[in-house]
């Protein structure tokens, strides 16, 4: 049974960080491209960080208002990946996601194809 879990996040301040991590088990995580989207009520469900099988190959992916202060991770032995968000604002509340797609590279992630999904966690940023 493939079981993405998603913990860290919770409520902080604008301008402060928080580190999301995604533990997996079931899968063959390192056959996996890891990505983490974010759905803020009433609206739709956002790529926001993408990185392949491979780190070492540096294959990232990341949304524009997220560049320059999301980073994603990940440790292969382990089999989570991470991603540490700095310098929160606002808008970025929403409940992030973690999600394992075996096909597509990190920018071709979609919500509609991805294999597995983690059950979500809250993140609040307050103003």
């Given at each position: 049974q493939v079981q993405l879990v998603?913990?860290?996040?919770?409520?902080?301040?604008?301008?402060?960080?928080?580190?999301l991590s995604c533990a997996?088990?079931?899968l063959a995580f390192d056959m996996y491209t890891m990505g983490w989207f974010r759905q803020a009520p009433e609206k739709e469900r956002e790529l926001i960080a993408a990185i392949s099988w491979n780190s070492a190959a540096g294959t990232t992916y990341y949304r524009d208002s997220v560049k320059e202060r999301f980073t994603i991770s990940r440790d292969n032995a382990k089999n989570v990946v991470y991603l540490q968000m700095n310098s929160l604002k606002p808008?970025?509340?929403?409940?992030y996601y973690c999600a394992a797609d075996r096909l597509r590279s990190p920018a071709r992630?979609?919500?509609?194809?991805v294999d597995y999904w983690g059950q979500g966690t809250q993140v609040t940023v307050s103003s």
């Open positions: 998603e913990s860290g996040g919770g409520l902080v301040q604008a301008g402060g960080s928080l580190r997996t088990s079931g808008e970025d509340t929403a409940v992630l979609t919500p509609t194809t």
